[in-house]
């Protein structure tokens, strides 16, 4: 009765708190992220939208669709688009539905090794291997030199869109391999077995459950390949391949101008694509999530081989990582080779190129660090802010933040970075006049904006394991919202943390597509736009490449750290929840 | 008897463990056989074993008198009941239980009238058009066994089926198994750890441990004669006393002695349940001190001190008898025809 007495005095606050479970400080909060995300994500995206949609006289129209529709290239452009993603999608499908399948289902040596190996690719962004790839697989690279040595002639792998397919094939393959090996992981061995035991084998048996109990993890892996293949602007320009959505878009807007309406309408295609492509494929997923239905778990029931069949699956493993690897290897051989032109391999070898990176690169590196570490940070306080206020209060519209801070995943790089860009071209800084747009912050504040969803994802996951009777606990002895957010939450939530600040960290660091769109000048510029800078002349690829590598090397690094940490915070959890 | 199922001389190994270990075993035409036994005795693998999911390093398994040992698992036409129900989560629980009569080739209209007539027998019709994960542990477990049911297997396996439910649904479910055993007539076996699971359900029980047959019999003849210490203690609750049988019949044990006319001479052990031992003032029969005492309602549990030997006794309790309290000297009357000897 005692406490009642007590509140009656501050009222208002309280009946604050007893509505919404918020305090004031958390109010504020929530409000700061809401205008975050209203002025860098929702309205750069809707001014985007409304210049596509508005007539050149003013008022709404149609009619920069109809001419877009109307364009030949424009229209070839969108198809090429269309065919690059699905094609990369059927190409990616071809290396990683047989690995994963071989990876599960039989065993044999090595296979944790390969499955490690499968997710090298995604440590490196496509456009760094898209050079190197032309020296190994171009008209004139190493296999094609040695196929018309041996055999008298040539396989197009780089003509045209087709390597835009492949290059983006060979990055992206793991997604559909991580997603289906964790589909087929998750498994019950007693799914296949009842149905043997109810008279399927063979190919019954695979097409009538072990298919469809997978299917959902390779929607989700294929949908992803298609959204990150349609929104990549940066491999098809080094490719020299202009005719695609992405770079349509990046042209008219850089040589024709921020005021050409053909570049927004190409955006909100891009919008349109990317958002329906996963909009469908979380439609088919729901309702469909079959891990959680599944008791047992642990797999299906692996076999032995036969001969053949185990060296067939050997020859398919090791053709499958020679390929995932190769613009790795060609990227390295490209940085430490003197000149690598019309051969199988560099003429001679060099640290050359590394020395060039030395003198010339600092800046480059510096940049990145600072714009992705100041992107990692906000991105983690964001995200945490979010969760916080989605899992532990009721604020009124909570879920509408979330909800807006997720859909960065489906906004291309390069329409933020066009979105940023025509908002706020005209806003400049006081003092020294520049535009609002072109100043380095707004590339730090893209990055954090495209990584946010990682971010929230990770503190979202962090704050779930942080159970509401240690916060109950700590404030029965005493302590108030403040102490225990500082010292119980944050403490507890901190590996979750530290792995979402090195995942955006990571991702931002060779992130292109918005900060093609966004550098202004040479001295703003980050690692990803060096390497793509260089890469352009035959000259700087020695150099790009050497760049480059420093690149994989620093993501790699990113990549590892925040595994471990990630496995650090479930075995110590796995000990917690042993006394619970 | 007729055989349902005959393992003959079955060993199996996984690496270098020996799982079953050369075991024999018929189980009669119609019968309601379990297999009990702690987790790890081999009683899941032997199971399997019938079902075809693996091959016996050694022996024979013959269903029907037909050698099956070789047969893949579909082609056994065995019905097997998964601990974890294994129902397909992207089908209906109607295509779950048409899968096997597809497989078997029926024509439309007759797996349709199958499919219906099973859901009817376990009292699921409306349920067809279901997901699994709409439905509750012991719906989910009926559609299992409708499942397994509707392609009349020649034996039924049951593997752990309860062990997934909450202890009221068990019982529940366990008096409708053995009706619905009774009505199909089909021959099964049933795997468990639950001693009272068994008990209550089955014509015999085979107890296994280490991949071994301990004994085979039915509940009463099991818990009454038991042949080892392991079946006297796995099966309900048993003082096990160490001692010695005499030249002259006696069975001697450090602080009494008590008739045991028949078995052979040497060291043995006897088993008595703690209900078959009666306890009274000092004075009455043999020596004991109570050590401890436990009231759990229908009776109360002394720990009794004969000697060297702990022995726990439930005397049934009646309303306002005062129990003896801790550190009273009692006189204590072992039944010797309730006492049975063990090597």
Not at chain 1, 337 to 342: A, E, K, L
Not at chain 1, 473 to 492: D, I, M, W
Not at chain 2, 301 to 309: D, F, H, K, P, V
Request: proline share 5%; charged share 15%; with cysteine.
């Amino acid at each position: 009765m005692s406490t009642a007495t007590i509140t009656t005095g501050r009222a208002p606050r309280f009946s604050l708190a007893a509505r919404y479970g918020a305090s004031v400080p958390q109010v504020a909060a929530m409000i700061v992220v809401a205008v975050f995300l209203l002025a860098f994500l929702v309205i750069p995206i809707v001014r985007v939208f409304m210049v596509a949609f508005t007539h050149p006289e003013g008022g709404f129209s149609l009619v920069h669709f109809g001419d877009f529709f109307r364009t030949n290239l424009l229209r070839q452009a969108f198809w090429n688009s269309l065919y690059v993603a699905a094609i990369t999608v059927v190409v990616a499908s071809l290396i990683a539905v047989p690995l994963a399948t071989i990876l599960s289902r039989f065993r044999f040596r090595g296979a944790a090794l390969i499955h490690t190996l499968g997710v090298v690719p995604l440590v490196m962004p496509p456009f760094v291997g898209a050079v190197a790839m032309q020296l190994i697989y171009g008209r004139n690279g190493t296999i094609n030199l040695l196929m018309m040595d041996w055999f008298g002639f040539r396989i197009p792998f780089m003509e045209g869109l087709n390597g835009v397919i492949f290059v983006e094939a060979l990055h992206y393959f793991p997604f559909i391999l991580l997603n289906l090996s964790a589909s087929l992981a998750n498994i019950d061995s007693a799914m296949e077995e009842s149905a043997q035991n109810l008279g399927a084998h063979g190919f019954t048996l695979f097409l009538r459950i072990v298919f469809p109990l997978a299917l959902p993890g390779y929607v989700a892996g294929a949908a992803l390949v298609f959204v990150k293949v349609f929104d990549d602007l940066a491999t098809p320009l080094l490719l020299n391949v202009s005719n695609m959505l992405a770079p349509q878009a990046y042209l008219k807007i850089t040589s024709v101008g921020i005021s050409d309406p053909m570049g927004y309408v190409i955006s909100v295609i891009m919008v349109v694509c990317s958002v329906g492509g996963l909009a469908l494929s979380g439609l088919f997923l729901r309702g469909r999530d079959f891990s959680t239905q599944q008791r047992g778990g642990g797999g299906l029931s692996q076999r032995e081989l036969r001969r053949s069949g185990r060296i067939a699956a050997a020859v398919f493993v090791v053709v499958a990582v020679a390929l995932a690897l190769s613009p790795h290897i060609g990227i390295f051989l490209l940085s430490v080779g003197t000149v690598w032109s019309y051969a199988v391999l560099p003429d001679a070898y060099t640290f050359a190129h590394y020395e060039t990176i030395y003198r010339e690169a600092g800046p480059l590196i510096s940049n990145t660090v600072l714009y992705c570490g100041l992107a990692g940070v906000a991105d983690v306080v964001l995200g945490a802010t979010v969760a916080y206020i989605v899992l532990r209060t009721r604020l009124p519209g909570r879920r509408l933040v979330e909800q807006v801070a997720m859909s960065a995943v489906a906004i291309p790089g390069l329409v933020l970075g066009i979105g940023l860009l025509r908002t706020y071209y005209d806003v400049t800084l006081p003092f020294s006049g520049e535009s609002l747009a072109t100043f380095w912050v707004m590339l730090v504040i893209a990055y954090a904006v495209r990584r946010l969803p990682y971010a929230l994802s990770a503190a979202t996951a962090a704050l779930r394991q942080v159970h509401l009777s240690l916060e109950e606990a700590a404030e029965s002895l005493g302590a108030g919202k403040f102490t225990t957010l500082t010292r119980v939450v944050v403490p507890l939530m901190t590996g979750g943390l530290l792995a979402g600040f090195v995942t955006s960290f990571a991702t931002a660091a060779v992130e292109l597509s918005a900060t093609l769109m966004l550098v202004a000048k040479q001295a703003d510029a980050p690692l990803a736009y060096g390497i793509y800078v260089y890469m352009q002349s035959a000259a700087g690829r020695g150099p790009g490449a050497a760049l480059g590598v420093i690149a994989v090397v620093v993501v790699a690094i990113a990549t590892f750290v925040s595994y471990r940490i990630a496995e650090h915070e479930r075995n110590l959890k796995a000990r917690v929840g042993a006394f619970t | 008897m007729t055989r349902g199922v005959a393992i003959e001389r079955v060993s199996f190994s996984y690496g270098d463990n020996l799982i079953i270990d050369n075991v024999s075993l018929d189980i009669a035409k119609g019968e309601f056989f379990a297999f009990l036994g702690p987790s790890g005795s081999g009683k899941t693998t032997l199971l399997r074993l019938i079902a075809g999911f693996g091959i016996p390093s050694s022996g024979r398994i013959l269903i029907d008198e037909k050698d099956v040992t070789h047969l893949p698992p579909w082609s056994r036409n065995v019905g097997m009941v998964f601990q974890n129900y294994a129902l397909w989560p992207h089908m209906t629980v109607a295509k779950n239980v048409a899968f096997g009569l597809e497989r078997r080739r029926l024509p439309k209209a007759e797996i349709r009238r199958k499919v219906d007539d099973v859901l009817h027998l376990v009292g699921l019709a409306e349920f067809a058009d279901r997901r699994p994960a709409q439905l509750s542990g012991g719906q989910q477990q009926r559609v299992a066994l409708a499942r397994t049911l509707v392609i009349e297997p020649t034996v039924l396996l049951l593997d752990e089926p309860l062990s997934n439910l909450d202890a009221k649904l068990r019982v529940e479910m366990r008096s409708e198994l053995r009706q619905l055993q009774q009505k199909v007539g089909i021959t099964t076996v049933y795997v468990t750890h639950d001693q009272e699971d068994a008990n209550s359900v089955a014509d015999r029980i085979a107890v296994l441990d280490r991949g071994r047959i301990q004994q085979v019999g039915t509940p009463i003849a099991l818990y009454d004669h038991p042949a080892s210490r392991f079946v006297a203690g796995f099966l309900g609750t048993a003082n096990m006393i160490d001692g010695e049988v005499q030249k002259d019949g006696r069975f001697v044990a450090d602080g009494f002695s008590l008739d045991a006319a028949g078995a052979p001479a040497g060291r043995a052990a006897i088993s008595v349940r703690p209900q078959d031992i009666t306890v009274g003032p000092a004075g009455t029969g043999i020596g004991a001190t109570v050590t401890n005492r436990e009231f759990l309602g229908s009776v109360t549990r002394y720990r009794i001190r004969i000697g060297n030997n702990a022995l726990t006794v439930d005397v049934p309790h009646r309303r306002d008898v005062t129990p003896y309290p801790v550190g009273t000297e009692v006189g204590v009357v072992i039944d010797p025809q309730q006492a049975a000897v063990l090597r």
